[in-house]
């Protein structure tokens, strides 16, 4: 008895290791759902090449989680078709009264048994479903946690089903009704055993590999969830005049941006954007101002650091309680740290820049009392710095690195800190808690750092100062071990001390890392850009070795202890006399466990609205629309060839090229390297047009000339496909518009906005005028068809529409009254309410036409 006991310690301690290295992993497919329009939400098709056949009876298991933060909760799961003709749904439907969500539909009748999960579980964890189809009992057994129950079915003969999670085309079962969420670790168990198994850990690509059959998966329009643990997702681009600050209320999810004539806030749940004119006159933003949200007083601070004054913003009113704030003499606090201490109902400002000089200053504003005042420090532990970062806690703030010098003097050996401190408020003390290796590249820091005290860590921004074309990096730290690694993939950022400044911030009801950077260029004009990063970020994409970092070493640990416990049992089966006079027994068997594996990217977009067994594969073609791909004529991707440098040298020649007759040095050098002088621009150029001309040479028929004195990229259409001529062809021919050409139009757009991955200041003029020729195209064939004549299509020409325009009139106009005419009165009557609701989220007011009035405008 006491060896079994033993053993089976080993043994749990060896699965539980497993458990948590490979399943405690950040992946799964996430859905778009209704925040997307019908022809851009996800499905997941089990079997693409024809029905799976399973005699007996069978079980299909899956991981289900919801996403947060959406607008509608409804539509269909998973849908298992059998022999064509009978559908078994498991559907989410928040319409009910009732607590009970989860229904399950067979034909056309519901379960009279509905489920749901406790509490938060449906949206904070993992929930294992299993439905199992038991033939013989002639009935459906649906298990949810440790709960179960069972509903007679009379099972088709055929054995042989489709099986599809989300949005679907497969003939009559078509829907595009789906909740927002993410499922992994779908199963289907025959006879006993996994016959097949679909991870679900993918990066990239359309296709979810099959571990056991290699029977691959298709999706529609898939958001693989390990992806949005390493790669920053651009959510939102916004220019304003003069200088800009940004602050974060973490229980709404907003972002806001302050600007001198208007507040812009954007939310990250709902992924819109409100702009708000102040009302009462401009707020001066200066060059070291900060923005702090009071999430307890529900207001937005403008923090005058230099004027010794704070002014409040109430959104409601959209007032500013004082606004005529002049500028006193400069001592600049440039990258100043801040932080919200509620426990004293105060602001803290640490540190700053100005004037050839570093500051070590700590600035108190108390809210109630309005009193400004200086912290008298007893200690010198904080040195004069800037570019460091702050992370409050309830006691104080931790205070990480910067750029400075001891006495505060530029002129006197500056240089990079590299220390972790901490300030107590209470004592008004700076407390050391240790300090970094030097590293091969010096940093300084993004303003703000997430705290994590409960595992005792840190995140935060690092990056470059000494270089213009910078890149953020997140770092994972200790509180207690000078000790970090990177996290996740890189920020562009472009740097220059006063024009510049970068922030993090946590959004905790989605569970993600926000990143937000800020850039005033000669035009004195502030680009904020906002990208968003889903927690826990992960160190790579690739699968981990046992090399690298705790996660390796937890893999050699799984396997001294597999060696460990086979050495024990070898012993004690064929030399039991050294273990004891036992009867030696045979121990049973544990089956290996499945490792991850590296997904390599072959799919590729479906044009077509329909269903395909297999996509056509691209050959020798440049996609503009959706992302930026180009394919050489074997079908090889050769985008990720393209450095970012490299890859914004080819879109500006191509696209002057094509709408022009190339582009000239003087142009190239004012868009790309407008701060270089004349001779570096140059040599920039030679060096990264022959990194250009190199990856051309995988195409044939496409190459960069200078013939004409302008840079052109001379491609022959015959022989390569661009997406964008033929959407020139069309667009061009305002009076031949016909059905067929808006269909070919449709077919182009729909892999997404003109090169909706990138984003450069020159591209957002190509942006606008391509969004508004497609809306224009589609409208004005709209008007030259009648309503009565082709109501259905009518429908699709305002969907068309609203994919570009959410908030288009005319397009919601079009759609209602064409829905009217088909008599689809209550979805004319859903579209009218989610067209007001989206026009009062970005406009901030209410639609003033009514139903009745648009019907009969």
């Known amino acids: 008895m006491k060896f079994r006991f033993i053993l089976f310690c080993i043994w749990s301690m060896l699965l539980s290791c497993i458990i948590s290295e490979v399943w405690g992993q950040s992946y799964g497919l996430g859905f778009e759902s209704f925040e997307a329009v019908q022809d851009k939400r996800t499905g997941l098709d089990l079997s693409p090449e024809g029905p799976i056949c399973l005699d007996g009876d069978f079980e299909l298991s899956f991981e289900l989680s919801f996403l947060r933060n959406k607008k509608t909760y409804f539509g269909y799961i998973v849908r298992v078709i059998g022999g064509d003709e009978q559908n078994i749904d498991l559907i989410y439907d928040n319409s009910s009264t009732h607590h009970d969500h989860f229904k399950l539909i067979i034909g056309e009748q519901f379960s009279p048994v509905a489920f749901d999960f406790q509490g938060d579980d449906l949206f904070a964890k993992w929930n294992r479903i299993t439905l199992r189809f038991q033939k013989q009992k002639q009935q459906i057994t649906v298990v949810y946690g440790n709960l179960s129950f069972s509903h007679p079915v009379k099972y088709d003969t055929k054995g042989c089903y489709k099986i599809l999670f989300g949005a679907n085309q497969y003939k009559e079962f078509r829907t595009t009704d789906l909740p927002p969420m993410k499922i992994r670790h779908v199963e289907l168990r025959s006879g006993g055993r996994v016959a097949y198994k679909w991870p679900l850990n993918e990066t990239d690509g359309l296709k979810a590999n099959e571990e056991i059959g290699q029977k691959s998966a298709v999706t529609a329009n898939p958001i693989w969830i390990k992806k949005l643990h390493y790669e920053w997702k651009l959510l939102q681009t916004v220019t304003l005049k003069g200088y800009v600050r940004v602050g974060f209320d973490e229980k709404s999810s907003n972002v806001f941006v302050v600007g001198q004539d208007s507040l812009v806030r954007f939310s990250l749940a709902g992924n819109r954007v409100v702009t708000m004119p102040y009302r009462s006159g401009k707020q001066p933003v200066y060059v070291d101002?900060?923005?702090?949200?009071?999430?307890?007083?529900?207001?937005?601070?403008?923090?005058f650091l230099n004027e010794k004054l704070i002014t409040a913003f109430d959104t409601l009113s959209r007032n500013w309680d004082k606004s005529d704030i002049s500028p006193q003499a400069k001592t600049y606090y440039l990258h100043a740290?801040?932080?919200?201490?509620?426990?004293?109902?105060?602001?803290?400002?640490?540190?700053?820049?100005?004037?050839?000089?570093?500051?070590?200053?700590?600035?108190?504003?108390?809210?109630?009392?309005?009193?400004?005042?200086?912290?008298?420090?007893n200690d010198s532990v904080f040195t004069p710095r800037y570019l460091?970062?702050?992370?409050?806690?309830?006691?104080?703030?931790?205070?990480?690195?910067?750029?400075?010098?001891?006495?505060?003097?530029?002129?006197?050996?500056?240089?990079?800190?590299?220390?972790?401190?901490?300030?107590?408020?209470?004592?008004?003390?700076?407390?050391k808690i240790y300090e970094l290796k030097v590293p091969k590249e010096d940093f300084v820091f993004g303003n703000s750092m997430i705290i994590n005290e409960q595992d005792s860590s840190y995140y935060a921004l690092i990056f470059p100062k000494h270089q213009f074309s910078s890149e953020l990096q997140l770092i994972k730290g200790s509180l207690t071990r000078p000790e970090f690694k990177p996290v996740g993939s890189k920020v562009p950022y472009q740097f220059i001390d006063i024009e510049s400044f970068a922030d993090l911030f946590y959004d905790k009801a989605n569970g993600r890392f926000v990143a937000v950077t800020l850039y005033r260029d000669a035009n004195l004009r502030t680009k904020v850009a906002i990208y968003s990063l889903y927690a826990p970020p992960l160190e790579t994409l690739a699968p981990q070795t046992a090399s690298t970092g705790p996660a390796g070493r937890s893999l050699w640990i799984v396997g001294a202890l597999l060696v460990a416990a086979s050495l024990v049992y070898w012993l004690y089966r064929y030399m039991p006399g050294q273990l004891g006079r036992q009867k030696a027994t045979k121990a049973p068997e544990i089956g290996p466990v499945q490792g991850l594996k590296e997904v390599h990217d072959t799919g590729q977009p479906v044009a077509d609205d329909n269903v395909v067994e297999k996509a056509a594969p691209y050959k020798s073609c440049i996609l503009l629309f959706g992302n930026l791909q180009l394919y050489d004529e074997d079908g090889n991707d050769i985008t990720k060839q393209f450095s970012p440098l490299v890859k914004e040298l080819f879109l500006v020649i191509l696209l002057y090229s094509i709408r022009w007759d190339g582009i000239s040095s003087e142009k190239l050098k004012e868009l790309l390297w407008f701060d270089k002088p004349s001779e570096s621009a140059r040599n920039n150029r030679s060096v990264n047009i022959a990194?250009?001309?190199?990856?051309?040479?995988?195409?044939?028929?496409?190459?960069?000339?200078?013939?004409?004195?302008?840079?052109?990229?001379?491609?022959?259409?015959?022989?390569?496909?661009?997406?964008?001529?033929?959407?020139?062809?069309?667009?061009?021919?305002?009076?031949?518009?016909?059905?067929?050409?808006?269909?070919?139009?449709?077919?182009?757009?729909?892999?997404?906005?003109?090169?909706?991955?990138?984003?450069?200041?020159?591209?957002?003029?190509?942006?606008?005028?391509?969004?508004?020729?497609i809306v224009d195209a589609y409208l004005r064939y709209a008007a030259s068809v009648k309503i009565t004549n082709d109501a259905e299509f009518v429908v699709k020409l305002a969907n068309y529409v609203f994919y570009f325009d959410p908030v288009n009139e005319e397009a919601m106009i079009l759609k209602c009254k064409a829905l009217a005419h088909l008599g689809k009165h209550s979805l004319a009557k859903t579209t009218f309410e989610n067209f007001a609701r989206e026009y009062n989220r970005i406009y901030g007011e209410d639609f003033r036409k009514d139903m009745p009035e648009v019907l009969h405008s």
């Open 289 to 303: 101002n900060q923005v702090l949200f009071d999430a307890e007083r529900n207001r937005l601070y403008n923090i």
């Open 337 to 377: 740290n801040k932080f919200l201490s509620p426990a004293d109902s105060s602001i803290y400002m640490l540190g700053g820049y100005g004037h050839l000089a570093y500051k070590k200053e700590v600035q108190r504003y108390h809210l109630p009392s309005g009193i400004w005042q200086q912290i008298p420090l």
């Open 388 to 431: 460091a970062a702050v992370g409050a806690t309830q006691g104080g703030a931790y205070v990480m690195g910067g750029y400075g010098s001891s006495t505060g003097q530029q002129m006197l050996n500056p240089r990079n800190w590299y220390d972790l401190l901490y300030f107590d408020r209470a004592q008004r003390k700076f407390r």
């Open 691 to 773: 990194k250009l001309k190199a990856i051309l040479d995988r195409m044939k028929y496409c190459q960069v000339s200078k013939e004409t004195g302008y840079w052109k990229i001379k491609i022959d259409f015959e022989k390569i496909e661009v997406d964008y001529m033929h959407y020139l062809t069309l667009v061009g021919n305002r009076k031949l518009l016909t059905k067929e050409s808006i269909v070919e139009l449709a077919s182009i757009t729909k892999r997404g906005n003109f090169l909706s991955n990138v984003e450069y200041e020159w591209l957002d003029n190509f942006k606008s005028e391509i969004s508004n020729e």
